[in-house]
């Protein structure tokens, strides 16, 4: 018979080392303590000062019947199961969009959302596979006033956090400065040289061919399989998005309209459409657009989305057809969506997207 010490260290599972440092070790914590509380306090401000301004915050269901319908965006997916076994599959939105804009077809006229969102396949200093989005929407009124929304938020942060500056990988900008606006097009010459205009033709149908030659004259890559959206983003990333909002903050606006899937043309300008992305230190912090609210246009752009994303990643995501029911009733409007964990990074001065998360998600 063992004796009872050899029992018990039999019967107790082997404790395998820590990892160097984890979050929640009481060192880290206090290290990450004074971004969290900060964190807490731009929370509270944005709740008020939507609140002000007679905004009403929503909650939107998590679980969705599609995640969302653009080609790269991947969701984390489940099933349901009913009381009787059978299944049905669910997937955790990447957006609250299809939720808030149903409120809208339902009456609702100003409302924001603080909530958490969730998507695949993304982890890094600026992305984490499960994060807070703040997405508001103002009925009738042009996407610009957004620009202003999204001025006023980055100076209330600042002002929350008792900064005067924002900075980030050696990029400086002052939030309480009027951000630049600038057009994609007006960004792709300035910044790359290349021509994007001469790549769109009319309705926004895109011409791959003239893009790349434009990119490739200016010493951008380019392969004979990259479509014309793979150039595009090549540009964006390589020499657009590194270049923006520096000094102060970047609007970016009237993107093509092949790469604004929810939002409407321009009037007067078909190639582009009602869209800007707000950086700040060459962080993409806000997408927004002048809502579309044609359903038939939508599913068209909903059913390209997933051809793409059937033929890049051998996937496809439903299309929520209650959401498209409820467009033909939304009236028009405008909405943002801004990430709100790089908004506290940037306002607490913290490095990574982690150090502002009170739980972070576990590592795989």
Known sequence: M??????????????????????????KHQDRRPFLLARNRITAAVRGWFAARDFLEIDA?????????????????????????????????????????????????????????WRNRERGPLHHPEFTMLEWYRVGEPYETLMGDCAALLALAAETAGTRLFSFRGLNCDP????????????????????????????????????????????????????????????????????????RATV?????????????????????????????????????????????????RFVAEMDEKQRVYGERYPIDEDFLAALEHMPPASGSALGFDRLALLATGARRIDEVLWVPVAEV
Not at 73 to 96: D, K, N, V
């Open 2 to 27: 063992a004796s009872p010490s050899v029992v018990s260290s039999l019967s107790r599972p082997p404790v395998s080392s820590p990892s160097p440092s984890p979050w929640w070790s009481r060192g």
């Open 176 to 247: 309480f400065a009027a951000p630049e606006r600038l057009t994609v097009a007006d960004a792709f010459m300035r910044h790359a040289g290349v021509d994007l205009l001469a790549s769109l033709g009319e309705g926004g149908a895109t011409d791959r061919d003239a893009l790349a030659a434009s990119a490739s004259a200016t010493g951008i890559r380019v392969s004979a399989d990259d479509t014309w959206a793979d150039v595009f983003s090549r540009v964006i990333v390589e020499k657009v998005e590194p270049n923006l909002g520096i000094g």
């Open 61 to 117: 269901a998590c679980l969705q019947v599609s995640p969302g319908n653009e080609a790269h965006l991947h969701a984390f997916s489940t099933q349901a199961i009913g009381l009787s076994g059978e299944r049905a599959e669910m997937h955790l939105h990447t957006s609250p969009e299809f939720a808030c804009k149903k409120l809208l077809a339902a009456g609702e006229q100003r409302i924001f959302s603080l909530g958490k969102v």
């Open 252 to 300: 970016l606006c009237e993107y093509p309209t092949a790469e604004a899937a929810l939002a409407r043309p321009k009037p007067g300008d078909p190639r582009v459409a009602e869209r800007f992305e707000l950086y700040a230190c060459g962080v993409e912090l806000a997408n927004a657009f002048g809502e579309l609210t044609d359903a038939a246009e939508q599913r068209r």
